[in-house]
């Protein structure tokens, strides 16, 4: 089955530092998104992102689609304490259901 | 415009016994997609269901069953519960499916806790 893996798993960062979590994969995908879960909710859809080196931003998150189309990461820059929660990548290639990593829980202490 | 609405929110349930969980997606939504989530494997793809036939199937055993409703709404059902069922039940809407963008929209989920 597909594999994704994503990393770190956990980060404790101080207010005003930058983040880098990243997702790589056994296998090419064509589509990769990044969602975040705060506590007690669903995951919502931060960033999605469709070709091969495409580089998004969102307010202060960045992402990039790998050029192997194998990897994704996901950059948030100056944290605040309400970016606390669990990042999740996914990545779905035609009809196939999207297939989540384990997802990177981040703590912001003030 | 009214989220993706998931009842029941919690529930405690003995080994043995059956659950059903319900989810509203948002209006105009077609696709419905059930997602296990436990803190050691993160989300597990269920099922999807889209204009009342299941498109795809994760890898559960057959106690894991849904369906799809006309009006969109969909159940998933538990039977024989086991204590490893115990986790969070994310039901999640999109408009055509996870066939196009992979834009879903989770509820707040359902967590089951099995005694």
């Known amino acids: 089955g597909q594999q994704l893996n994503q990393s770190p798993q956990s980060m404790f960062i101080q207010e005003g530092e930058d983040v880098s979590m990243n997702c790589t994969s056994s296998s090419i995908f064509n589509t990769w998104l990044w969602y975040k879960q705060d506590p007690g909710e669903g995951p919502v859809l931060l960033i999605a992102?469709?070709?091969?080196?495409e580089l998004t931003s969102n307010g202060r998150l960045t992402a990039q689609f790998g050029i192997t189309r194998k990897d994704s990461f996901l950059n948030i820059s100056a944290s605040i304490p309400s970016d606390v929660g669990i990042y999740f990548c996914?990545?779905?290639?035609?009809?196939?259901?999207?297939?989540f990593g384990k997802g990177t829980r981040l703590s912001v202490i003030a | 415009k009214a989220g993706v609405t998931q009842t029941p929110r919690y529930l405690i349930k003995t080994r043995g016994q059956q659950v059903t969980l319900s989810c509203s997606p948002i209006s105009g939504h077609r696709s419905v997609s059930w997602y296990q989530q436990t803190p050691g494997q993160g989300l597990q793809f269920l099922f999807e269901?889209?204009?009342?036939?299941?498109?795809n199937k994760g890898n559960f055993p057959g106690r894991f069953s849904g369906r799809q409703f006309s009006n969109s709404r969909s159940e998933m059902n538990v039977s024989t519960l086991e204590l490893g069922d115990s986790a969070l039940y994310l039901c999640a809407s999109s408009l055509q499916g996870q066939g196009n963008t992979g834009e879903l929209f989770f509820g707040e989920g359902s967590r089951l806790t099995v005694l």
């Open positions: 269901y889209f204009s009342e036939t299941q498109r």
């Open positions: 996914a990545e779905k290639s035609g009809n196939t259901p999207l297939v």
């Open positions: 992102l469709y070709k091969a080196g």
